[in-house]
């Protein structure tokens, strides 16, 4: 039995996310079915982590175990044929035997693209948040800092199927930076782990500091152990695009 590695790009925009969830269109499910047709059986596809309905990525991870001696370089044609066009694998390789692709990642980055000016291209309205009014964008960019480090996220978090299982919410950010390119402003923060809607709650808070309705210290209390506040607001998901993922 072989270990397969693939890194894959998709536009989520007609996906309810990553995860197979019955009777809704998803990515696993659209890998699986393109996988097990090549193998002959039902295959299961593991990625580094669920993106959520809308989100986009350059580079997700995802690994699967088959039989089949196919060359990788075979098998990366023979899925880009079978897979939707909004989804293209972009690399196949094959590895250890043990290879996981959430439980060994070693950091990932997300990327939430906010377009500013009044007018937003049509080209552009399914990849960015339009948020053409007033923001302090300085004391967004001040803001941003705050969630390097290790915090804990439980106020940026959306609950989950498994926080019945007692999982920490403490998460390391290695950097967290916002900056204005042209008409987009751009977050992006890499760390050793995400909860789910976490990043979209993060730009929410900032762009709530970028109104006034929030400041500095309104955000540090988030960070705390035990915060009560509770997660949100939120920005919508076609924004978002997992970057990459480390090993």
Known sequence: MR???IVLSYDGTEFHGWQVQPGLRTIQREVQAVVSEIEGRAVDVAASGRTDAGVHAYGQVAAFSIANPIPCPNLKLAMNRLLPRSVRIVSVEDAAADFHPRF??????YRYRTWRAEVCPPF??????????RLDEAAMMDSAALFEGEHDFTAFAASDDRDDLGRSMVRQMYSSRLERQGELLIYEVRGRGFLKHMVRNMVGVLLEVGKGNFTKADVMPRLEPGCKIPPGPSVPGRGLFLVGVEY
């Open 3 to 5: 270990r397969i590695k």
């Open 104 to 109: 060994q990642a070693r950091a990932k980055t």
């Open 124 to 133: 552009e309205r399914l990849y960015v948040h339009h948020h053409p009014y």
